[in-house]
């Protein structure tokens, strides 16, 4: 440790105990922490902090910061290649038995370990630590320190490192128990029903009533698609067809808010801007129907209408569902399933159109189930 160090251990332990619960982001906090670190005369001139996560695409996040260009947040995904890569590094051993590595870089024995060593090498680094942070659940996460110096970490840089360790665990614990919550409650409910079941709305009821297009779309021959298929060819099936309708749901501000059997339900919200929505539901439409089919071996249909719907909690006293209810949704789905019989993959009601400033044609009046009066369907015009 440097003689010009201006804080001490025991003022970084502070810090992270005080000020790290109030920081937003895993990023802040190894920001805050690599400065702080620097502050008391141990030259970092490189950090992560990273955790195994339950994400339905990454294997882990992680937070990247080099003293020049600060933090970044960086994803760790499930692919061969990087699955290899993160078998062959100091990290693996650390995420699944919690055992440390130290590479003095400037010796081949230590830097040959592993590829990462030589990598670090090449760019100048001389020292490189990969530090468990054990949870309370007995699991790993993981804090990478490296530096230029020549010198390397001495014992005082890593007795001061080590004893700022448990406050640095005990906070980054609460980000990641914060963040698997978010993640599940987008992954399984929805980004911004998510965010309102995590703001308190748990109670049978909470909601409120919003303006939306509502979107829903159904799978055409499903019964015979499933009996004609193995298992594994089946779910292969849906999640390309709820993949295909999810990314172009996501990509124009929609929502989906639930698979049921092999229909969608989601909304495009809006305040006071109908309009929008409309055109919104409308280009995520016609990006997957039609030509968007060509080269698919299933088919599916998508009905579009405009209404107010109840969103929020409806079920049994502790098994509730975040969704929408209200006739909108109704008629959405009967939509839907007129889309069969007209032969068209797309069809919208007369609210719909008559808010779009697309090529529409008629496809008559209908009676829809549960609807008093007939409703007239719309099918875009062909291209």
Not at 38 to 56: F, K, M, N, V
Not at 309 to 317: M, P, R
Not at 347 to 356: H, I, M, N, Q
Request: with cysteine; charged share 20%.
């Amino acid at each position: 440790m440097s003689s010009d160090a201006t804080i001490s251990g025991d003022a970084i332990i502070r810090w992270l105990m005080i000020e790290g619960p109030r920081l937003e982001t895993p990023s802040a906090l190894l920001n805050g922490y690599s400065l702080k670190l620097c502050e008391a005369g141990i030259q970092i001139d490189r950090s992560t902090l990273g955790a195994p996560i339950l994400h339905p695409i990454a294997k882990s996040s992680y937070v990247f910061w080099d003293n020049k260009t600060g933090p970044e947040q960086r994803w760790f995904v499930y692919t061969p290649d990087q699955m290899e890569m993160l078998k062959a590094s100091p990290i693996q051993k650390i995420y699944t038995h919690g055992e440390p590595t130290s590479l003095r870089l400037d010796l081949p024995s230590d830097r040959n370990r592993y590829p990462i060593g030589e990598d670090l090498w090449a760019e100048g680094y001389r020292q490189y630590e990969a530090l468990p942070l054990q949870f309370a659940d007995g699991t790993f996460k993981v804090l990478t320190l490296a530096t230029r110096s020549p010198n390397g970490f001495g014992e005082a840089d890593r007795a001061l490192i080590d004893a700022t360790l448990p406050a640095l665990t005990l906070v980054f614990e609460g980000f990641i128990a914060r963040n698997t919550a978010k993640t599940l409650m987008e992954t399984y409910v929805g980004t911004r029903a998510g965010l309102r079941v995590l703001d308190g709305e748990i109670a049978r009821g909470d909601g409120s009533t919003i303006d939306a297009v509502i979107w829903f779309s159904d799978l055409r021959g499903f019964t015979a698609l499933s009996q004609s298929r193995s298992e594994d060819d089946l779910l292969k099936l849906l999640n390309d067809y709820f993949g295909t309708l999810t990314d172009a749901i996501e990509a124009h501000s929609g929502e989906v808010l639930k698979f049921i059997g092999d229909a969608l339900l989601a909304v495009f919200p809006h305040r006071d801007d109908v309009v929008s929505a409309v055109e919104r539901a409308e280009a995520a439409a016609l990006s997957v129907t039609g030509n968007g089919q060509s080269g698919k071996d299933y088919t599916f249909g998508v009905g579009l209408h405009p209404g107010s719907v109840f969103y929020g909690n409806i079920g049994g006293g502790t098994r509730l569902d975040f969704t929408v209810i209200g006739s909108s949704v109704n008629i959405a789905s009967r939509i839907e399933g007129l889309c069969g019989a007209l032969g068209e993959t797309m069809l919208a009601s007369s609210d719909f159109v008559e808010r779009s400033n697309g090529q529409w044609r008629s496809m008559g009046q209908h009676t829809l189930k549960g609807v008093t009066d007939p409703v007239e369907i719309f099918a875009p015009e062909p291209d």
